[in-house]
């Protein structure tokens, strides 16, 4: 079992950042894969970054240039750096963390960008 807690969401003007931290307890040793999701009201869920064990990132194109993923393997953390966001960037934050052959979610975070 892998417990999962999320911390960094906030209210935020258009333009600004916010660092977004998820940290993993429990049985780390097997994590591999994290990733950030989010789910902003009336849509589904959608990916937004992910990092492998080795340092591979991909991004949603809607944030490339903009998100940075990166993680703590030390600390079993994994943190989302969002730069200029926008008002459309507005939902709950969700960490997944793979490890072995399951998958865990946090608890989510809000991140709401006011225009």
């Known amino acids: 079992q892998v417990q999962l807690v999320e911390s960094g969401g906030d209210l935020v003007q258009a333009g600004g950042s916010l660092r977004l931290s998820c940290t993993a307890s429990g049985t780390t040793s097997s994590i591999n894969t994290m990733r950030w999701y989010r789910q902003a009201p009336g849509k589904q869920r959608e990916l937004v970054a992910g990092?492998?064990?080795?340092?591979?990132?991909n991004y949603a194109d809607s944030v490339k240039a903009r998100f940075t993923i990166s993680r703590d393997n030390a600390k079993n953390t994994v943190i989302l750096q969002m730069n200029s966001l926008k008002p459309e960037d507005t939902a709950v934050y969700y960490c997944?963390?793979?490890?072995?052959?399951?998958?865990?979610w946090g608890q989510g975070t809000q991140v709401t960008v006011s225009s």
């Open positions: 990092i492998t064990s080795g340092g591979s990132t």
């Open positions: 997944r963390v793979f490890a072995g052959l399951y998958g865990y």
